[in-house]
């Protein structure tokens, strides 16, 4: 249904608020990095934060101007040599932890990432008492009798 | 019996589901969260808009209560909110805006055009205190109190619903 | 004087089929439970009706943006005298009402199909599903009429021109993927009819699971391809190069695949051994639920800020309606009728069942997860707890690695006997497969290259396997034949189907590992004359040109692409400004092959004669939507198997409750 998706593009302009015009192919801007190390830095840093403004775009590929500033700002953090944490913290004080792809693990989120692990050990639960279950079933839904025929069938056949 | 209250697990959790959705449907999805709530105002320096000389920074904020209302020329529904604004500053409220992204003559020919509610205009050509302050688009108008402290942010245009209903009580919140 | 009648003609034909849905609804289902035959015989007819007269008011519709009648609100609000015919033809899916009525139409489809091709069920069984699809398309035809009605007129007042079609849409993605996944999701009905005919008749054996495999199969078929095409829609018409990015749409679509791909090996399981019945019946609820659901959030206005397809609270509240009344009744019949006491088949540690059992377990955390991760933004706000997003580093660290133990058990389970499977015999199975899969995983990438860090290998030994035990699986059952072709042939279509589709996974994931990690990306600046290189190729912009198109203006860069030994090739990204809005749009250049996708984009007019462009190489991506093709042609493959064309005589109105199958394989 990426349909939708596109179609908010023009449902956009309808909002209250005034924002710039284009929801594509954003951020195809000529940067230059003192080392591939810090454009691959630039690079997860601008499509791990979200743009506040669009529908759901990374700063990294929006063409908002909020965007554009963001990443301005981004970059120029960069060359002033502070780490990721620091320019993290620094987006998420003016515009809020809304901004980031990857929720912080806090009181809120421990659900968000705990149910998943749970599940997966509940599985694995699953798995083992299921089988152990089943594994005699067959076997033990003969009664004597039964067992007592089966095997003289199987002689039976046996013989020549 | 136990296996009957099993097979009643699935309905529960949909049940739950729906009712979400339910409680959700009525909801704006659009409205976000400020990031500026109980900070104080952000520092800067900059000049205004009328006098290029004249420079204010954050104790511009501090002594009385303030909405501060971040503008540009090129923001239609900003020219749509300036009554409520006018509005507003008649009712003896100190008005401080923030001219975002716009260049001195651009600003100044929209205070003609559409008056002006603002005891002084920020001038923010580049956005760095808008950027400071959180702002995606214009208009946005914060409520600063006395001690220049963010109590309240407003995201997107101000209805004259609004002026009655939101903005005029937060303010006598913080007198 | 006909041609102003077209619209009120397909709004008089929708009231029609409503009606007959009403009757398609209540009287098979009156008729199989007071055992009416004349009453159970309306199903067909009334199916058959129900297609005609949504066929009807669909082809109305149709004529109606084809002839540009701009009295009809729908058209005049999506479409334009200017558009190329074929997004018109489009255009009527590409809002919400005209694809609305697109999914009751294909619900009406896949009825029809059913009620035609069950000549050999028993009769009250063909009633209930009849009369199940029958419910479900009357509370969509009553939304359609009731809250999106395509036809509504803006007469006196008519419009000069359409309001044009968004120009992202007007484009062959539009053609294809929204009635591709439309198909998929619809299908997930007909074996959901099935498992409620199952619950409604109380006859809960495995008969039911071997009719409904067949459907399963083609509806789980389209919606990968419609998942896949909209992946690669996605990839050329953005500009930015991604092909998945966990956006709450696309994981409205995938949250039905998993569950189908669990439903379609559980189905396998049930048919086979009589075990786990209920949970393949409620597997199919919720894998329809789930299409259910996924046209409820995205219509409805509940996700934040990704769609507002439909923003007006009232058709939210009515899809809402139709989900929850259809799943709770589902879902209570499910937990009133499923068997209280379960038939326990035995299996051992090592046996396909346990390795499916464990597919399921996994496709079901996957599901669970995706779904938590969509909504929990939603869920934290409605609590007052703030605003927070999840997106594509949330889903990708937890779905990677349940994809990797997907992975590993994939390798083992079709080569597995069931019941029980001696682990020395499984072991002289795989042990020369998986030795192959680590060292080829190892060195392919290192000698072909782009890039061979631990991720690429990774997936390329899980690849591997998946698909080598397979393989060798083949080649010693075909050898021990007279001759190697007639061996070949000893293994049914539904083999086939189940190797192609596990080599689609494989290949899907080959495509992952390497465009993830070898994508070469570069944005430079870029007038006339300008060269750049990547990958071996390099890239000089010989002009800068404009154009003009059917709708709109475009600046266009003509650049020329060199490769290392000397051949060259041109390709022409533009910038597009559409007329009727005034919207601007990257046209991607694209240049696709086997082994490496070069995509061109052009970014912002820098001012002084020079464009900022992007460069990128991508490695394998066209493997993704291959592996994707390939699922879908096993997928299909395995409902041609003879064994589904063949009337089952001896068991016609007869299912008993343990019959294994003949078959040996599949």
């Known amino acids: 249904m990426a349909i939708i998706r596109w179609l908010l593009a023009a449902l956009l302009m309808t909002t209250a608020m005034t924002l710039a015009t284009g929801v594509l192919a954003g951020g195809i801007e000529v940067r230059d990095f003192d080392s591939p190390v810090q454009k691959t830095r630039y690079h997860d840093l601008t499509s791990s934060m979200r743009c506040p403004l669009c529908e759901n775009q990374a700063i990294g590929d929006s063409d908002a101007p909020i965007s554009g500033d963001m990443r301005d700002r981004v970059y120029t953090l960069l060359q002033d040599g502070k780490s990721d944490t620091e320019i993290v ?72 | 019996m136990k296996r009957r209250l099993l097979l009643f697990l699935p309905l529960i959790a949909f049940l739950g589901l729906a009712a979400f959705f339910y409680y959700r449907l009525g909801l704006d999805p659009s409205y976000r969260d400020s990031a500026l709530i109980k900070r104080d105002f952000p520092a800067f320096s900059a000049s205004t808009l009328k006098d290029p000389e004249r420079r204010v920074d954050e104790s511009l904020l501090k002594g009385e209560v303030t909405l501060v209302n971040v503008w540009g020329e090129w923001c239609p529904a900003c020219k749509q909110e300036m009554p409520q604004l006018l509005d507003l500053a008649d009712r003896g409220i100190r008005m401080v805006g923030v001219d975002y992204r716009d260049t001195r003559e651009k600003g100044q020919q929209f205070l003609e055009e559409f008056g002006d509610p603002f005891e002084l205009n920020i001038f923010d050509p580049d956005g760095d205190l808008g950027f400071d302050l959180g702002v995606y688009g214009a208009p946005e108008t914060f409520l600063v109190d006395a001690d220049g402290v963010i109590r309240y942010h407003h995201t997107g245009y101000i209805a004259p619903e609004d002026v009655r209903d939101v903005i005029v009580p937060e303010v006598e919140k913080w007198q | 004087m006909l041609t102003k009648m077209i619209p009120e003609i397909g709004h008089f034909a929708l009231i029609i089929a409503l009606l007959m849905a009403l009757v398609q609804a209540v009287v098979p289902l009156a008729g199989a439970a007071t055992r009416r035959p004349l009453w159970m015989a309306y199903g067909r007819p009334m199916a058959v009706g129900q297609f005609v007269f949504i066929g009807i008011a669909y082809a109305c519709l149709t004529a109606s943006y084809m002839l540009d009648d701009f009295s009809v609100a729908n058209v005049a609000n ?201 949970w393949t019946v409620l597997l199919a609820i919720a894998t329809f639920s789930l299409s259910l659901m996924g046209t409820f959030l995205v ?177 010693v059952k075909a050898r021990s034949a007279k001759t190697f072709g007639r061996g070949l042939k000893k293994f049914s279509l539904a083999h086939w189907g189940m190797v192609l589709g596990h080599l689609g996974i494989a290949v899907t994931m080959v495509g992952v590992a390497v465009v993830s990690n070898g994508n070469i990306e570069r944005s430079v600046r870029m007038a006339p004359g300008d060269s750049a290189e990547m990958a071996g190729y390099t890239f000089t912009m010989q002009e800068l040109t404009e154009r003009r198109g059917p709708n709109y203006l475009a600046d266009t860069a003509v650049i020329r692409v060199e490769r290392e030994n000397g051949s060259s090739f041109m390709m022409r990204p533009e910038k597009r400004l ?89």
């Open chain 3, 299 to 475: 219509r409805s206005g509940v996700l934040t800020s990704v769609h507002a397809f439909a923003n007006d609270p009232a058709r939210g509240f009515f899809i809402l309606m139709l989900l929850a009344i259809t799943v709770t009744l589902s879902l209570l019949l499910f937990a009133l009728r499923a068997p209280k006491v379960s038939h326990k088949v035995g299996f051992n540690w090592l046996s396909r069942d346990s390795l499916l059992l464990i597919n399921n377990i996994v496709l079901v955390i996957m599901t669970v997860t995706i779904l938590l991760g969509t909504l929990y933004p939603l869920i934290l706000d409605a609590l007052g707890l703030g605003k927070i997003s999840v997106g594509p580093p949330y889903f990708n660290t937890l779905f990677v690695p349940l994809a990797i133990v997907m992975s590993l058990f994939m390798g083992l389970g079709p080569i597995a006997r069931w019941k029980q499977m001696p682990g020395r015999e499984l072991y002289s199975r795989v042990w020369l497969s998986g030795v192959a899969a680590l060292v080829l995983g190892a060195l392919i990438p290192v000698f072909y290259g782009p890039e061979w860090n631990a991720q690429v290998m990774l997936g390329m030994m899980l690849a591997l396997w998946i698909v080598l035990p397979l393989l060798r699986d083949i080649v």
């Open chain 3, 78 to 278: 999506n479409s334009n005298s200017l558009l190329p015919w074929y997004y018109k033809f489009s255009a009527v899916w590409g809002n919400h009402e005209g694809s609305v009525l697109l999914w009751s139409l294909m619900l009406a489809g896949w009825g029809l199909m059913a009620s035609l091709c069950s000549r050999n069920l028993p009769r009250d069984m063909v009633a209930r599903v009849i009369g199940v699809l029958g419910v479900i398309g009357s509370g969509f035809l009553l939304f359609v009429l009731i809250t999106s009605n395509p036809f509504s007129r803006l007469l006196p007042n008519v419009p000069q021109d359409g309001a044009d079609l968004n120009p992202l849409l007007q484009d062959f993605g539009l053609v294809v993927h929204p009635p591709m996944l439309y198909m998929g999701y619809v299908g997930f009905s007909v074996v959901f009819a099935f498992a409620i005919a199952a619950l409604l008749g109380g006859r809960l054996d495995a008969a039911w699971t071997r009719w409904a495999r067949p459907w399963t199969n083609i509806a789980w078929a389209f919606l990968t391809v419609g998942i896949a095409l909209g992946s690669w829609w996605a990839y050329y018409e953005l500009g930015w190069g991604g092909w998945w990015f966990w956006d709450p749409v696309e994981n409205a679509s995938l949250l039905p695949w998993l569950a189908g791909t669990a439903l379609i090996h559980s189905l396998a399981v049930t048919e086979k051994r009589g075990s786990f019945k209920s």
């Open chain 3, 578 to 666: 559409y007329l009727a809005t005034g919207t601007p749009l990257t046209q991607v250049a694209l240049r696709a092959g086997f082994t490496r996708d070069l995509y061109v984009a052009m970014g912002e007019d820098l001012g002084d004669g020079s464009w900022a462009i992007r460069l990128q190489y991508k490695p394998l991506v066209r493997w993704l939507w291959l592996g994707g093709l390939l699922m879908a042609a096993g997928g299909l493959l395995a409902v041609a198997d003879k064994r589904y064309r063949r009337a089952p005589k001896r068991r016609r109105g007869v299912a008993s409750d343990t019959a294994p199958s003949q078959e040996a394989s599949a």
């Open chain 1, 89 to 160: 913290n620094y987006m998420v004080q003016r515009f809020g932890e809304y901004i980031l792809y990857n929720p912080r693990l806090d009181n809120r989120t421990y659900l968000l990432w705990g149910i998943p692990v749970a599940l997966l050990l509940a599985g694995a639960l699953l798995v083992v008492l299921l089988v152990r279950a089943r594994r005699n079933a067959s076997v033990a839904s003969l009664s004597a009798d039964e067992r007592a025929r089966l095997d003289e069938l199987i002689n039976r056949k046996r013989s020549p």
